[in-house]
């Protein structure tokens, strides 16, 4: 069985998305290039449209980068507790469904 990051013990478990953290963040750094990149555009007194555009982007990208951490989330860590049955595979699904819907909001 494999420990699992949850909310309610986070010094103890391992997320889920251990085994590609390499690649996440790498992601998160060319999002925090695209959030700086904005911030230089604004200092530059960039026309709103294209600051809007980039905004835009940099929006999706983050959303992209949730779904992708859902997914590992849902391969994971709902997968195995759906197999191992109980409270804690409601508990999981259940996780998962609110994050989703946050998601969703955003």
Do not use: W
Request: net charge neutral; hydrophobic share 40%.
């Amino acid at each position: 069985m494999r420990t699992l990051l949850t909310a309610q013990e986070p010094e103890t478990a391992m997320a889920s998305y251990s085994a590609h953290k390499d690649d996440f963040l790498k992601r998160l750094r060319r999002i925090e290039g695209q959030i700086r990149g904005l911030q230089r555009m604004v200092e530059q007194d960039t026309y709103c449209i294209d600051v809007l555009t980039q905004v835009s982007a940099a929006s999706r990208a983050l959303q992209s980068f949730a779904l992708q951490l859902l997914d590992e989330h849902i391969e994971c860590c709902v997968r195995d507790a759906v197999a191992e049955g109980g409270q804690e595979s409601n508990g999981k699904i259940r996780e998962a469904n609110q994050a989703i819907a946050r998601l969703v909001r955003s």
